[in-house]
T-cell receptor
Framework: DVKVTQSSRYLVKRTGEKVFLECVQD?????MFWYRQDPGLGLRLIYF???????EKGDIPEGYSVSREKKERFSLILESASTNQTSMYLC??????????????FGPGTRLTVL | AQKVTQAQTEISVVEKEDVTLDCVYE???????LFWYKQPPSGELVFLIR??????QNEISGRYSWNFQKSTSSFNFTITASQVVDSAVYFC???????????????FGTGTLLAVQP
């Protein structure tokens, strides 16, 4: 079974704090993704990584950065948290499939509140 | 542009009723992939099905069935004899494309909240 874990289920931070969200997968997947989920907007891609130290911006990268130093771990960083970053954050991973789209497997999510 | 529309924001049914969740997509590609995920109250998205654009056969898995119709760009999901445990948000997703080919990124619909009452 694929397992994607996220460091926290719930997190409360203050405006201006630096926030780290960690994601680990155990299936040797090449691709890893960070999404945020907001009511009425579905899932929106923040960043994804297709290899160690490689990253690509998604649809809403502003205010976020990422780090992938090891294949199994993908971190999302909020350099200076703001209240509009209060959201549910979901991590996912998948195999790289040339010319196709493999299934993404998701972690349990981190519900971040910024006060 | 690629897009996924789930027009039903919320559906409420009574246990044992059949229910269909609609998904309409837009893409210019001939090769693409469609997915359904379930998100129960616990929050984790659970993969249900992956379908490529060349496989229009309908699929049945227990009480779940999917109807893929390229002619109407729809990939609808039916739950037969619904149960309270089916209560969740259901997302439909489409593979994003880049330079004419499917990529590993997904475009999600806004989700349909299904509430199954006992």
């Amino acid at each position: 079974d694929v397992k994607v874990t996220q460091s926290s289920r719930y997190l409360v931070k203050r405006t201006g704090e630096k926030v780290f969200l960690e994601c680990v997968q155990d299936m040797d997947h090449e691709n890893m993704f960070w999404y945020r989920q907001d009511p009425g907007l579905g899932l929106r891609l923040i960043y994804f990584s297709y290899d160690v130290k490689m990253k690509e911006k998604g649809d809403i990268p502003e205010g976020y950065s990422v780090s992938r130093e090891k294949k199994e771990r993908f971190s999302l960083i909020l350099e200076s948290a703001s209240t509009n970053q209060t959201s549910m954050y979901l991590c996912a991973s998948s195999f790289e499939r040339a010319g196709g789209t493999d299934t993404q497997y998701f972690g349990p999510g981190t519900r971040l509140t910024v006060l | 542009a690629q897009k996924v529309t789930q027009a039903q924001t919320e559906i409420s049914v009574v246990e044992k009723e059949d229910v269909t969740l609609d998904c309409v997509y837009e893409t210019r590609d001939t090769t693409y992939y469609l997915f359904w995920y379930k998100q129960p109250p616990s929050g984790e998205l659970v993969f249900l099905i992956r379908r490529n654009s060349f496989d229009e056969q309908n699929e049945i898995s227990g009480r779940y069935s999917w109807n893929f119709q390229k002619s109407t760009s729809s990939f609808n999901f039916t739950i037969t004899a619904s149960q309270v445990v089916d209560s969740a948000v259901y997302f439909c997703a489409l593979s994003a494309t880049n330079y004419g080919g499917a990529t590993n990124k997904l475009i999600f619909g806004t989700g349909t909240l299904l509430a199954v009452q006992p």
